[in-house]
């Protein structure tokens, strides 16, 4: 069986415009949260998000071009340059980039184009509609833009499985290298729904934290004080490749991705189901996938959104796959710094994961003052990034209509 390991990494996010800047704040425990900056939010219950302050497309898109692309496009683009900086793949690779694709997860699309070409729809009508528009908003032109930029000829598309995309995007790479179909991918997820109607849909639902006199205190996995998620924005991708040719070329081999398990609950839109059924399924498939036993798992990166049902529930699917062992497990949310980023929080996450076996540590999970009574036992890595040798780490996303993903990545070595 072919083997997959990760040889680039790369991330734009709300704790750091590029991959260095953000590991170095989610192992420092440094929040991205505050107040949101990208519109007007005074009439928004929450007026709080993980932006990605700062980010400039033009470092990585010819200026001329920035403006027919949505947002969620221009942090695909620079955590793309981040990866491929990563991963050492030039000019001269053309044979690799003959078989390498590019999977890119995205839950939404180009939401704030789409309200753009609205108001301009309503105020002048449809002959003012840019041309760009739809190429601008779609969704797989986040990995279509990035395999035209560095000629990625390998397969190229997006699923969209709302707040699992990044993470089934990773997961389905894996499988068509596993099959030989590929030999290389840049996979993960990317979003940008921190626009009026973004918002204001998820603050709706009354799914968003008010917290907003205390933003980098608002996002509290597990937390008895949590009130719902923090909305955020970004890019998470890995370079895969066969570990022979990886090795073949000198490659640095940041960890391999040895399990991917996914599953639906067919349950509800939005509530996870009851004991978290259907995360426990997909985190068992990871785990035959990787024919690994529970016991061999050091470290949880766990959906964990801070919201008041959904949190305990992974946690009550934990209790149940990894039975005694779930007293020696890490368990952490790094959704507690960046926010929610949809889509794209299980890339980033995937990236945190491999990060953390690479170099040894385990992220924390910050604002844990008071852990809900229901936690019990388990270490959530409270305020504090824990320097421990690791050799096997699961990553879970789930998102709405019940759609689960977990991903093993494993030590290479």
């Known amino acids: 069986m072919r083997r997959v390991v990760i040889t680039g990494v790369g991330a734009v996010s709300p704790c750091g415009l590029d991959t260095e800047t953000t590991w170095r704040s989610i ?88 309200e753009s070409m609205a108001k301009v729809l309503a105020a002048k009508g449809p002959s003012k509609i840019t041309p760009y528009f739809i190429p601008g908003t779609i969704a797989n032109l986040a990995p279509g833009q990035v395999s035209m930029k560095y000629g990625l000829k390998g397969v190229s598309y997006t699923n969209t499985s709302a707040c699992s995309s990044g993470a089934h ?5 894996f499988r068509t290298i596993v099959r030989g179909e590929l030999d290389a991918c840049v996979a993960g997820g990317a979003e940008a729904a921190i626009t009026p109607l973004g918002v204001g849909g998820f603050a709706a639902m009354r799914a968003l934290s ?48 040895v399990g991917y398990g996914a ?26 996938d990787a024919k690994v036993n529970a016991s061999e798992v050091d470290y949880i990166n766990a959906h964990g959104t801070s919201t008041p049902v959904g949190d305990m529930l992974e946690l009550k699917a934990v209790r149940h796959v990894f039975g005694d062992h779930v007293n020696k497990l890490w368990v952490s949310s790094t959704k507690s710094m960046t926010g929610h980023l949809l889509g794209a929080a299980g890339g980033l996450e995937a990236v945190f994961s491999v990060l953390a076996l690479h170099e040894g540590i385990v992220p924390p999970t910050i604002n844990l003052d008071d852990p809900d009574p229901e936690v019990g036992s388990i270490d959530l890595v409270p305020h504090e990034a824990r320097n421990r040798a690791l050799k096997l780490v699961l990553s879970n996303s789930f998102g709405f209509g019940g759609t689960n993903a977990s991903l093993i990545f494993r030590k290479h070595g």
């Open 210 to 257: 008010k917290r907003n006199d205390e933003p980098q205190k608002a996002s509290r996995p597990w937390d008895s004080g949590r009130d719902g998620f923090v909305i955020a924005e970004g890019a998470g991708l890995i370079f895969m490749e066969e570990r022979e040719h990886a090795i073949k070329r000198g490659a640095t081999i940041y960890a391999e991705i």
């Open 263 to 288: 599953s639906a609950d067919a349950y509800h839109l939005t509530q996870p189901a009851p004991e978290g059924e259907g995360a426990q399924r997909a985190m068992r498939a990871a785990l035959a």
């Open 169 to 173: 995007a990773i997961g389905e790479a």
């Open 27 to 114: 192992k420092a425990g440094k929040s991205g949260i505050a107040t949101i900056e990208l519109f007007d939010p005074k009439e928004y219950a929450s007026k709080i998000a993980g932006e990605c302050k700062g980010f400039n497309p033009e470092q990585y898109i010819p200026k001329r071009d920035v403006r027919s692309m949505d947002r969620f496009i221009h942090l695909a683009m620079g955590a793309a340059h981040e990866v491929m900086k990563s991963c050492g793949i030039g000019e001269d690779d053309a044979d690799l980039k003959l078989r390498t694709g590019t999977l890119i997860g995205v839950g939404i699309g180009g939401l704030g184009y789409i």
